[in-house]
Nanobody
């Protein structure tokens, strides 16, 4: 069994900052990639940022220069530092990870989501 547990969401004013965390736990053999997606009301889920186990990062154009993704491989944890937040960043943020369990195949796992609301 593998679980992704997110934390750090909340309400923040425009221009403010939040830091999201996502910890993976369970019978994990290896993690290839971790990342964040978001889904706003009435919209499709979209990629925000990803980071590979080797440290390569990828960002959506809409968050480049404002968000920073990082990882702690020893803790199987990924972070998303969100600065200069805008109202259009309001969404449920989901953690995603590409994980191989012991004696199992590579598979995609999702967290339960954490709400981020940017409003004055």
């Amino acid at each position: 069994q593998v679980q992704l547990v997110e934390s750090g969401g909340g309400l923040v004013q425009p221009g403010g900052s939040l830091r999201l965390s996502c910890a993976a736990s369970g019978t994990i053999f290896s993690i290839r990639k971790m990342g964040w997606y978001r889904q706003a009301p009435g919209k499709q889920r979209e990629l925000v940022a990803t980071v590979t186990s080797g440290g390569n990062t990828h960002y959506a154009d809409s968050v480049k220069g404002r968000f920073t993704i990082s990882e702690d491989n020893a803790k199987n944890t990924v972070y998303l530092q969100m600065d200069s937040l805008k109202p259009e960043d309001t969404a449920v943020y989901y953690c995603n990870a590409d994980i191989k369990r012991f004696l199992g195949p590579w598979a995609d796992y999702w967290g339960q989501g954490t709400q981020v609301t940017v409003s004055s």
